[in-house]
């Protein structure tokens, strides 16, 4: 009986550490995704491509409130979109 419950238990333990896990995986991709959507925004500046909407805000709040309620593919997807934007703008 012993054994049942010591396995039961390190069970447990084992999805605990991975439901754990999953929110700090989202953090570190919504805080590329923020970093990457700032740095773009400020291209667009620069560049006077023009673009507008939510995507290209420059508040930070803005893209990481976005990114806490899409996917990692949601927001990696809207990211390259972006910067395909940007290389066309740029004339590449």
């Given at each position: 009986m012993t054994t049942v419950w010591r396995r039961a238990a390190l069970l447990v333990?084992?999805?605990?550490?991975?439901?754990t896990l999953q929110p700090a995986a989202a953090q570190a991709t919504c805080?590329?995704?923020v970093k990457t959507s700032l740095e773009q925004q400020q291209r667009n500046l620069n560049l006077k491509c023009g673009f507008e909407g939510a995507e290209w805000s420059t508040d930070k709040a803005t893209h990481q409130e976005w990114c806490a309620n899409v996917g990692p593919d949601v927001s990696r997807k809207a990211a390259q979109e972006?910067?395909?934007?940007?290389?066309t703008?740029?004339?590449g």
């Open positions: 333990l084992v999805c605990a550490g991975a439901l805080d590329w995704y972006r910067e395909k934007a940007l290389i703008c740029a004339g």
